[in-house]
């Protein structure tokens, strides 16, 4: 089959398209012929050497999410799946190639409306996005809630979750272009990161209440606004790093504030957790997708063979929402 493959450490130039063993599926496992692959900034971290693949995950293949066609079923697979069903997911590694293997528990039945470009937008972003607003974050209607990066694809697909959620969803980006088409989304208060200072915006949003939740993808370089912007029992999730993983913290206010501080990674998780999250996104999410109150946002489509471009173009910051290599 043919894989993007991981030839040495680097950036997008390390990325060759090459011909490797197509895999076996053993056990529960169910092999997927992979017709659209999700691009992701842990693949560029993978490829640079800092974010290694877990065990049993392909070492050189990227790709954290498919969407495709089921292909061959391993022998003691017992759910409902059978041969030639569209379905999407993600995966530990490997996503990026022509077939990937899964447990037949972290597969899920693609939407109708979907198609599978449309689709392989979707599992990493919207299962992150659902995980840290509902299960870890604890979001309920009427919240307000603060998201950071509203143009990436984690931060659009969270706009439209807690918009259908029925929180008051405030956002945060760098550039104007992004936060007037997350308004679309559903975002109800831009604050241009760049122009505006993170605590005063809120306290002027909010009548000085502050927020209840913050979906932080920047990290360190957010933490200190994002402390002063909490309310009293606020909730800071932090998804990603972005902007730096160390940064000092003012205890004192976390202390007053009783705020909690909750850091969530998908990637790094056991089965069994994995399999509780991609459960509460077909349960929770995709009906919304089924009946357009959540979409996937789509920068840009390329071909396997324009990898690097691809991984140039997410690692730019230009792009809003995912980036999709056909396969």
Request: hydrophobic fraction near 45%; include cysteine; charged fraction near 20%.
């Amino acid at each position: 089959m043919k894989a993007i493959v991981i030839t040495k450490p680097g950036g997008a130039e390390a990325l060759e398209v090459c011909e490797v063993e197509t895999p076996e599926p053993e056990g529960d496992q169910v092999r997927i012929r992979v017709r659209a692959a999700g691009l992701n900034r842990a693949d560029l971290m993978q490829a640079r050497g800092s974010y290694p693949a877990p065990p049993g995950a392909p070492a050189n293949i990227p790709g954290l999410e498919y969407a495709g066609e089921v292909d061959k079923l391993g022998p003691n697979v017992v759910g409902p799946l059978k041969v030639g069903d569209r379905v999407f997911g993600i995966v530990a590694g490997g996503g990026q190639a022509e077939y990937v293997l899964s447990h037949e528990r972290m597969v899920v039945p693609i939407p109708a409306n979907l198609d599978f470009d449309q689709a392989a937008a979707v599992p990493e972003v919207f299962m992150t996005a659902h995980d840290a607003l509902e299960t870890q974050g604890g979001a309920r209607p009427g919240e307000r809630v603060l998201i950071h990066a509203v143009g990436s694809g984690v931060g659009s697909a969270a706009v439209q979750l807690a918009h259908a959620m029925g929180c008051i969803v405030l956002g945060t980006s760098r550039t104007a272009d992004k936060l007037e088409r997350a308004k679309e989304l559903g975002l109800d208060v831009g604050i241009h990161s760049t122009s505006e200072d993170l605590a005063d915006a809120v306290s002027r949003h909010t009548h000085g209440q502050g927020v209840d939740l913050i979906i932080d993808l920047l990290g360190a370089v957010a933490l200190a606004g994002n402390v002063t912007a909490l309310s009293t029992c606020g909730r800071l999730i932090v998804v990603g790093l972005l902007g730096g993983g160390s940064a000092s913290i003012d205890l004192t206010t976390l202390l007053r504030k009783r705020i909690r501080l909750i850091g969530t990674t998908l990637r790094a998780r056991p089965l069994e957790e994995k399999i509780l999250v991609t459960r509460g996104f077909a349960d929770r999410v995709v009906p919304w997708l089924e009946r357009g109150l959540v979409r996937p946002i789509i920068d840009r489509v390329f071909g396997l063979d324009d990898v690097r471009t691809a991984q140039a173009r997410l690692e730019s910051n230009h792009g809003f929402g995912k980036i999709i290599l056909r396969l």
